[in-house]
C-alpha cells in the first residue's frame, strides 16, 4: 500500500478530491484522487496519503492484536478449565489418601492387638504343654507302677 501511495503523480487539476474515511466508505489510501500542479499542494496530499495509508496500517494492526488477544482469551479458559479440573483430581486425590492413612492406622492397631492375642495364645499353648508333658510323666508313672503291682 505504501508504493501505491509513493507511485501517485498524475496531477492534472487544481482540484483535490478525498473521499469518505476509509473505514466509512471501505476504501483505501490508494483510492484518494488527487489532481494539483502546485508543489505545495502535492506535497500536502501526499502527506495526507501517506497519514491515510499510516492510519489504515496501524488499524489493521490492531484489529490483528485483538484477534490475537481474543485467541489467547480462549487458550486461557481452556487452561483456567483445565486448571480447575486438575484441582479437583488433586483434592480427591488427597481425600483418598488421608482416608488410607485412617485405614492404615486402623489396620496397624487391629494388627498389634492380633499380636498381644497371638502372644497370649502362645503362652497358653506353653502351658498346655507343660500340662500335657506333666500327663504323660503321671501316665509313666501309673504304667510303671502298675507293672510293679502286676509282677508283685
Known sequence: MFKKVLGLRHWNNNVVKIPPPAAESGAN?????VDTPEPYERILCQKILMGISTIDIIRNAIIKSCEQLNIEKERINELNEQNDKARSSLKSLVEFITEIGTTSSDIGCRMGDLNTSLTQINACIKEIQKIANQTNLIAINS???AARV???
Request: proline share 0%; charged share 25%; no cysteine.
Open 150 to 152: 502286676g509282677d508283685a
Open 29 to 33: 489510501a490508494s483510492d484518494v484522487v
Open 143 to 145: 504304667a510303671i507302677e
